[in-house]
């Protein structure tokens, strides 16, 4: 029987406010900077069959259909109980890599279980290879950190020491680590408390029924914003820079099908899984970290709309194992984040291809944080601590431009105060700015990245930079607009000794050195020759554009301290302007075009094809010849062009089926022998 509709408002607003107080509880009382300042946390209220009915409208993560039903299944519960778990094989994606440890609560009335409390926390170091256990250059997930598969964190209500105790030895902050569980576990008995009080409010069947009505309800609202898409099949792909294990680029493929107010997501052809840690574990499920884009579109188009797992019922998805975005054991998994948000930009593509007037363009489409491993200043303790989360744009839309160092595509971090940085670590920052002209240039303008320089104050210090991407394809142009620029790193900018370092993870710094990230922008959307004029002169005043991109790129020519705008010399300008890409609905920059000339989608479906048919552990390597076979010079990401290293495209073809002829004729061989 369908819930009374006044009451279900009722108890849709009382669940909100229980799961944003939760929210509230745990960023009040955590201890590291990664929650409390950053962010990179989340919470939520889990229903009996273990899925996400009311999330917290403040939340700064989008993992809305987080899948906990398996997790929860794997142990016998009681009252006062909490599991914890981070391992992403053994808890069927609800975890996705092992800093983040997921804690469960079930709230019971009368002995029975009317729904669950939790939460998640990206912990600054849980063991591993690596300081902060995250690392591109990890190839399995034994390097990754400490595994906790589905057990108890605290049993009948006592913290259960045992776990404590193994947690503690392998961690490199075990102080700090302990801090943030006992925040997950007070923030989880918040919504205990409130649990009961809203029992005792509206009564237990009231809160259990408007579990299932409440996603109901979401599913029809997203399916009526689907219903704006037109019906038919929307082919997009897009390419990660490397695995940074090899150079070789790494494809993702979707094609999504919409019908009447459903969609299908085929990643049928995405490149194998990859030899480093940009893996997505998702179970071959249409999974959190496959959606965030989508949910964005969602509620750009119906802000009301309830968050909950029922917003991706009208969602289905074909994710065959083995691929990059569906990670199979014991595959390396923590920079997940990379490919996921290279897989958000396709759905992006798709939905442009649907929709232009409905959806942006892409994102910068590269996060991720620099981060310290250092000793204190008395030489004697190790530290690891998060210098500062590092975002591009967003991608301009029709009728709007795109928003400056805030890409809020995959989550919402907030930045590191700089005081509480320098307080904290041995670095002082030099600059903390915006990239400027990394937007792509459009009538409606893409969002630049940041940018930032630190400078380190100790010896024996490690800078790492993680989510290195987007230094090869950029963020494509949308029906006019242009790409925008690409993602650099630099050691000792403007200093004797500068380098380019490229798409470079671990540099170990002298005292005195600094490291300086420019983060990319996102695309313009539009031709950049029909931006208002006024527009372009204020950018140029406020530092987003420079005085010489604004001519080239825009045709606007601005002088003077005072930032005039020239309008004779900005009319000369536009008159004699070489057109170049304006019929074409994406500009995706010179080095894809050029690497497509060689690798198009028939000649990488069938590669991957073939290379489907091989055992896993050898996919990668094989992929690996072939393509260094066709392209021989093929230059680090960000250190060359892919122009310039394909040279001839015809010549690369011919190498290319060269290769895969004899490198499949070889396995053929061998496997008969």
Not at 12 to 26: C, F, L, Q
Not at 53 to 71: D, H, L, M, Q, R
Not at 210 to 227: I, S
Request: charged letters at 25%.
């Amino acid at each position: 029987m369908a819930m009374d509709p006044v009451l279900l408002e009722i108890m849709s607003n009382k669940v909100t406010a229980i799961a944003d107080e939760m929210r509230m509880t745990m960023q009040r009382t955590a201890r590291s900077v990664f929650v409390n300042e950053g962010s990179d946390f989340a919470v939520g209220m889990i229903d009996v069959s273990g899925e996400v009915f009311a999330w917290p409208p403040g939340s700064k993560t989008t993992s809305i259909n987080v899948p906990a039903a398996y997790t929860i299944n794997q142990v016998e519960l009681e009252p006062g109980d909490v599991i914890v778990a981070n391992d992403p094989y053994l808890t069927e994606a609800m975890a996705t890599h092992l800093p983040d440890l997921h804690l469960i609560r079930p709230y019971y009335h009368e002995g029975k279980i009317v729904g669950y409390g939790w939460g998640f926390i990206h912990y600054m170091d849980v063991g591993g290879r690596f300081p902060g256990s995250i690392s591109a250059a990890n190839n399995d997930i034994f390097q990754e950190g400490l595994r906790i598969p589905p057990m108890k964190v605290v049993k009948r209500g006592a913290l259960n020491e045992d776990f404590v105790s193994i947690f503690r030895a392998n961690c490199r902050l075990p102080d700090i680590n302990m801090s943030d569980i006992h925040s997950t576990l007070g923030c989880l008995e918040v919504g205990a408390k409130r649990v009961a009080e809203t029992i005792e409010m509206y009564g237990v069947d009231a809160f259990v029924d408007c579990q299932e009505a409440l996603k109901e309800y979401a599913a029809t609202r997203a399916r009526d914003v689907f219903r704006k898409l037109p019906d038919g099949a929307y082919e997009f792909w897009d390419f990660l820079d490397d695995d940074q294990i090899s150079r070789v680029p790494v494809r993702v493929r979707l094609c999504m099908t919409v019908n009447d107010g459903t969609l299908h997501f085929d990643l049928t052809g995405t490149d194998p899984q990859v030899e480093g840690s940009q893996n997505v574990p998702t179970a071959g499920t249409i999974h959190n970290w496959l959606t965030r884009r989508i949910t964005t579109f969602i509620r750009t188009h119906d802000k009301t709309v309830p968050l909950n797992a029922g917003l991706f019922r009208p969602i289905t998805a074909t994710n065959p194992p083995g691929t990059v975005l569906n990670a199979e054991f014991p595959d390396a998994v923590g920079v997940r984040s990379v490919s996921a948000t290279c897989f958000n930009d396709c759905v992006n593509g798709a939905l442009l291809k649907a929709a232009p007037d409905l959806m942006a363009g892409p994102t910068a489409g590269s996060g991720g944080s620099i981060v310290l491993s250092e000793f204190d200043e008395s030489g004697d303790r190790a530290q690891v601590i998060i210098i500062q989360s590092l975002r591009g744009g967003m991608s301009a839309s029709k009728e709007l431009d795109g928003v400056d160092v805030r890409d809020v595509t995959m989550n919402t971090m907030y930045n590191h105060p700089i005081e509480f940085i320098e307080s904290k670590c041995g670095v002082r920052v030099i600059e903390y700015d915006v990239h400027a002209d990394s937007g792509g240039p459009g009538k409606w303008r893409g969002g630049c990245g940041q940018m930032i320089t630190v400078e380190v104050l100790r010896e024996g210090s490690t800078i790492h930079v993680r989510g290195m991407e987007r230094f090869r394809f950029p963020a494509w142009g949308v029906l006019g607009g242009k790409p925008g620029a690409t993602r650099r790193c630099i050691l000792n900018r403007g200093l004797p000794g500068e380098k380019e370092l490229g798409k470079v993870e671990h540099i170990a710094v002298a005292k005195g050195d600094t490291i300086t990230v420019l983060m990319p922008g996102a695309a313009g959307y539009g031709d950049p020759y029909e931006r208002d004029p006024d527009a372009v002169r204020r950018d140029v005043e406020l530092g987003f554009v420079g005085r010489e991109a604004a001519k080239t790129e825009y045709g606007v020519v601005v002088g003077g301290k005072d930032y005039r705008l020239d309008a004779d010399a900005t009319a000369r300008a536009r008159r004699t302007r070489v057109k170049s890409n304006l019929g074409a609905d994406f500009d995706f920059g010179p080095d894809r075009e050029a690497w497509e000339r060689v690798f198009d989608d028939a000649v990488m479906t069938e590669l991957n094809r073939q290379l489907y048919a091989l055992p896993k552990a050898v996919r990668q390597q094989k992929r690996h010849r072939i393509i260094e076979r066709a392209i021989p010079d093929l230059p680090p990401a960000g250190l060359g062009s892919l122009v310039d290293a394909i040279g001839d495209p015809d010549a690369a073809r011919t190498r290319l089926f060269r290769a895969m002829t004899e490198e499949f004729e070889t396995g053929r061989s061998r496997a008969a022998q």
